[in-house]
């Protein structure tokens, strides 16, 4: 009687212990998600253009400028304006918008935060999260696609140009 009695005291253990080491090790496995800084923002998107299928946008870090060209939908269209940061991980660019129909302005914003040294991003503030930059980086990141290299200015002065 005293072993059926000890057989079901190590089932209950078994059952009700045994999950525990692995809630221990996911709970240890958890990482925090923390905001990108600012400063941290400035480093990854400073004096880079973010290279679009379809164009893309210059961050310069002097008096924190920025331009963009583009032709979505086959019809080129420009951008020139600003772009802040700030230490809650979000990014914001704000700038006026030159098309062949007409000029509007317009404010776009990611959000940024780390979980351990992964960077994940998303449109603020109701798009989906996604990796922006692996640790360490992948040649499919996003991050990849921010190059030092200014690959709209003579764009945006052909546009100029054709729309004068």
Known sequence: MKLK???LAGVFLVTVL???P???EKKAARQAVVPVTASELKTIYGDRTWVWSAGGGRFDM???RFSAYTREGGKPSMGKGRWVVD???KLCIMAKWYASTGDARAATCFGHVKVGNTIYQRRHPFGNWYVFRHAPQRRGDEAAKLVSADTVAAKIRQFQISSN
């Open 5 to 7: 009695y000890l057989w």
């Open 87 to 89: 230490d809650n991980g």
């Open 62 to 64: 002097q008096d924190d």
């Open 22 to 24: 692995a809630l221990a």
């Open 18 to 20: 045994g999950p525990l």
